[in-house]
């Protein structure tokens, strides 16, 4: 478990099953999510009991956010994509209940994983995909000391439009000196 005053992000928990199948199967979040099918909670519950695994074996670790003194989840936030030979993962977050955003817990944790991330797993970057059309993720990770090093064009289908993605990079030399 990670924490500072404001939250905490643990590993995922048998009791946010129904949690996860509500937030897998928001299609509002499905453009930012890369999620083109639903989940059933057949597959989240395997999906839940192989959470354990390390990181080195699944090469993905998704952490729930929660408020300080609360075990409801109001978010996740994940390493994925993780390569330890060149010391290097992709990053997510979602805060999936509307109510708590904008209100500095998607920096709260992205702070604590990145943390983790260099001091822990010894990254030695870390890095995100963001729809230019997401100001706000864009802010947050610009913000944190991400990079912009690249858009690709027309990366993501959004409906029938198709949408241009930043790439964001944090270098762990980087965030050593901020």
Known sequence: MLQDENIIIRAIEPEDLEFLYKWEN?????????????????ALKKYIENSHKDIYEVKQLRLIICKQNSTQPIGSVELFDFDPFHQRAGVGIMIHDKNHRQQGFSRSAINLLLDYA???????????????????????????GFERNGV???????????????????????????
Do not use: H
Request: charged fraction near 20%; aromatic fraction near 16%; include cysteine.
């Open 26 to 42: 928001d299609m509002d979040f499905w453009d930012v999510s890369e999620t083109i099918t639903p989940l059933s909670r057949y």
């Open 118 to 144: 260099f001091e822990t797993l010894s990254l030695n970057q870390l890095y995100c995909y963001i729809p230019l059309y997401n100001l706000a993720s864009l802010n947050l990770f610009e913000g944190i």
């Open 152 to 178: 690709m064009k027309k990366w993501v289908r959004r409906g029938d439009n198709w949408q241009d993605v930043c790439f964001l990079q944090l270098l762990a030399s980087d965030w050593r000196n901020n």
